[in-house]
């Protein structure tokens, strides 16, 4: 029986796209800069599909890219090479939230709202935010160790994995989902998947590790001179706000283009080079420990935002980035992470590396806390290697990282030799070898690989 055959009998006809037209959605990123055609788009309802699918594609030595909400980053979510992509959009049900050990179950395919809204109806929170909740998966933000504004508080992903389900290249099932906090027998293989990209197995379900839910927020914008004053703010809120969840950053020519995309005038009276957005979050109303942080870092003029209508309209200037940068063009992302006391000198550095490698426009905003960087690039073609290239060079000369909070992708992923050293790839490419011997799973992503030949004959 050909691929096709064998997986319409494990998911059914209606779940296994080969129409061009169907099969569009899956088959570009989120950016448009990279995109391919799948071989099959399959849809499976539950683990044990996935776990047929896969052995069906091991059979037939099809290639698979698994997919969640198909929001990341490094394109590493888009078929590159004619493979099979997996949705596991369907795997979308939520478990009932276990207040006594503050955890809850969620199928891979259930978005981020999804389980934080289940977290606020426990009274809980699920202590990891970012502008794709609505879209992005569970399985695909464990699965890029997604990190977000609140990670300086709560930690990326992978602070909250308290255990998960996955199906191995083989068709195999792994399942570490008892949620028990203390539980050291052997290897910790759901800690291996944390931020492998779908490159070591297909994560199907996860035990969410919950936070204490904030009753009052507050949110604070400062206009700034320098990146340096925005270091030196954000070491006074660290010291002196212990409520603080989250510090990021934007610049002016940033918040221009986004009030220009949302047609919004600008709440910003005295517009500066640099705007630090910082959120309070705490049991009381943190708004006067804020207040005292601020006089201790001498600001004088702040806009803040104690309701969640104004909160929200700060976050949709910082948030809305992505997408204003969208619509301008296709761009290359680079999110790095930055050493604090080298931030100043890179944000200065990067727009002229960037012009001398050929792009044209250089928008740069973050999370500060982390001292994580997007670098985003306009005006150079979506193949044109040489901005990645300068921009990841500068990254790794500034002590800093390649990857902060996207993945490696096949964007990075010639770059993580130099990034990691050899000794490390080797062992990585060991544990590659030892779970996925023939590469199916996501070739290409994190580990740099040959091209395999995609097998045309048949499906
Ligand atoms: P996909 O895009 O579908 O896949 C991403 C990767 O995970 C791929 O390699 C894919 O193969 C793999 N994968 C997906 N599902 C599974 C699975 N079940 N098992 C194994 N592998 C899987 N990221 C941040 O970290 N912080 C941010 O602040 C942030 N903000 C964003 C804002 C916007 C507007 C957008 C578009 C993206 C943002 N991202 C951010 C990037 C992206 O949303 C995250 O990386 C997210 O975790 C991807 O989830 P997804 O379900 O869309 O995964
Ligand atoms: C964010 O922080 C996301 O908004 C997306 O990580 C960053 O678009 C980007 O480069
Ligand atoms: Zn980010």
């Known amino acids: 029986m050909d691929l096709e055959h064998a997986l319409i009998e494990v998911v059914g006809a209606r779940h296994v796209l080969s129409d061009a037209e169907l099969r569009a959605p899956y088959e570009r990123d989120y950016t448009g800069r990279y995109r391919g055609q799948a071989r099959l788009v399959i849809r499976p309802g539950d683990t044990a599909e996935v776990a047929e699918v896969v052995a069906a594609c091991a059979a037939h030595d099809a290639a698979i890219v698994p997919q969640g909400g198909n929001t990341g980053l490094v394109g590493a979510s888009v078929p590159r090479n004619h493979e099979v992509v997996i949705s596991l959009r369907r795997l979308s049900e939520i478990g009932e939230v276990d207040s006594a050990v503050g955890q809850v179950a969620v199928g891979a395919g259930s978005t981020l709202a999804g389980l934080q809204d289940a977290a606020r109806a426990a009274h809980l929170d699920a202590g990891l935010d970012f502008g794709a909740r609505d879209s992005c998966t569970v399985g695909g933000v464990v699965a890029c160790d997604a990190g977000g504004a609140r990670a300086l508080r709560h930690g990326t992903a992978r602070a909250h994995v308290a255990g998960l389900e996955a199906v191995l290249a083989d068709g195999s099932v792994i399942s570490r989902l008892s949620g028990l906090t203390k539980d050291n027998a052997g290897y910790d293989l759901p800690a291996l998947l944390v931020g492998s990209e779908g490159t070591l197995g297909i994560i ?140 100043d000198r890179f944000l200065d550095a990067v727009p002229d590396v960037v012009r001398r490698a050929g792009g044209q426009r250089t928008i740069l905003f973050g999370h500060l806390g982390d001292g994580n960087v997007h670098v985003n690039v306009l005006g150079a073609a979506p193949e044109d290697e040489r901005i990645d290239d300068a921009v990841l060079e500068l990254t790794l000369d500034s002590g800093g990282t390649i990857s902060a909070e996207h993945g490696v992708g096949v964007e990075k992923a010639r770059w993580l030799e130099r990034a990691r050293g050899t000794a490390e790839v080797a062992a990585m490419r060991a544990l590659k070898d030892a779970l996925d011997p023939d590469h199916l799973l996501n070739p290409g992503a994190v580990l740099p690989e040959e091209i395999r030949s995609a097998s045309t004959s048949e499906g």
Do not use: M
Not at 272 to 279: D, H, Q, R, S
């Open 204 to 343: 199907t379900r996860v035990r969410w590790r919950l936070v204490p839910a904030a009753r009052s927020r507050v949110a604070v914008l400062v206009g700034l001179a320098t990146a340096s004053e925005a270091a030196e703010l954000l070491a006074t809120l660290r010291a002196q706000a212990p409520s603080l969840e989250s510090c990021d950053f934007f610049l002016d020519d940033g918040l221009a283009l986004v009030l220009e995309h949302q047609r919004r005038e600008s709440p910003v009276r005295t517009r500066t080079p640099v705007y630090v957005l910082a959120e309070c979050a705490a049991q009381s109303d943190p708004t006067d420990e804020l207040a005292a942080a601020l006089e201790a870092a001498g600001v004088e003029d702040a806009l803040v935002a104690d309701d969640t209508t104004s909160r929200e309209g700060l976050w949709k200037l910082r948030e809305g980035h992505t997408d204003a940068i969208n619509a301008a063009g296709t761009p290359h992302k680079l999110d790095v992470g930055i050493p604090l006391d080298q931030l």
